[in-house]
């Protein structure tokens, strides 16, 4: 066992649990240091495909065809009207995702080492699969919000099964947009689904109208970690982050599991056709 009794009892009791030092330095410099690369190396015309006049079919081919690639997305605005980015790579891209876990050496050994599968294991995922990864920049001065939301949405199982593992590679606090989470607040239902529309597009599917919690509300607290803290995220636990207006960056790693035995909708916006489901 990795963690602890009481661990276990706040992560039943709060839908979240902050594990201190659970990375080390070193792990999640190599990481940064990865990520960077892959900005870096970006081709061109792979940012270009913003730039047609087709922006927003495009786009959804670009986001729903990444469940089983390594893809950048960038802040909003980040492209001009003739739709160049405004500044260089490393500093418009907002996230990379959804399968550098299995696609990357650097990432799949991050996101297999041990003590992940040890927490895994002692928070009752029976088999886990790694379902997807991102890579989140949190940019100085602009890195957007992320509004209030359940991973299941994203990531819907049944029954649910969804655990976010994400990890601090930097110091998150509440000037550089760490977290936010609603401590109990997984034992209310989830809201929504985010779906294939069946068009090429997507939708958001009403599942149950209880408001999620305002993000000025006082039901949420924030989630200030020191650089190598791993936060575990319950999949129904509603979460936020505020937009980075700081002069710091607030680099993390996601990575989400689902139970092998669980059912795994098609029309789910994340379908990764050309990689199978792999557990640690
Ligand atoms: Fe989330």
Wanted: hydrophobic fraction near 40%; aromatic fraction near 8%; charge should be negative.
């Amino acid at each position: 066992m990795i963690l602890s009794d009481e661990e276990l009892a706040e992560w039943d009791r709060d839908g979240f649990l902050v594990v201190p030092g659970a990375v080390g330095a070193a792990a999640c410099d190599e990481l940064r240091t990865r990520a960077n690369e892959i900005v870096a190396e970006l081709d061109a015309s792979t940012v270009s495909i913003f730039s047609t006049d087709e922006q927003t079919r495009t786009s959804d081919e670009h986001f729903l065809g990444s469940g089983d690639q390594v893809r950048c997305f960038f802040e909003a605005g980040a492209f001009d009207d003739d739709g160049a980015l405004r500044a260089p790579n490393e500093q418009s891209i907002n996230k990379l995702g959804h399968a550098m876990h299995d696609l990357d050496p650097v990432f799949d050994r991050f996101s297999r080492a041990p003590i992940f599968a040890g927490i895994a294991a002692d928070i009752g995922v029976r088999d886990p699969r790694l379902l997807q990864s991102m890579y989140i920049f949190k940019q100085p001065h602009f890195g957007g919000e992320v509004a209030c939301h359940q991973d299941a949405t994203f990531l819907f199982t049944e029954p649910q099964t969804a655990v976010g593992f994400w990890v601090a590679l930097e110091d998150a606090t509440i000037h550089n947009g760490c977290l936010w989470a609603e401590p109990g607040g997984h034992r209310g239902p989830l809201r929504q689904r985010f779906v294939r529309d069946g068009a090429g597009g997507t939708r958001f599917d009403l599942l149950d109208p209880t408001p999620l919690p305002d993000p000025a509300s006082a039901r949420l607290v924030p989630l200030e970690t020191p650089k190598g803290t791993l936060v575990l995220l319950h999949g129904l636990l509603p979460h936020w982050s505020d937009t980075n207006r700081s002069e710091r960056s607030r680099h993390a790693y996601s990575l989400h599991l689902i139970e092998a035995s669980a059912t795994y909708p098609p029309d789910n916006w994340l379908q990764r056709p050309t990689l199978p489901l792999r557990g640690f």
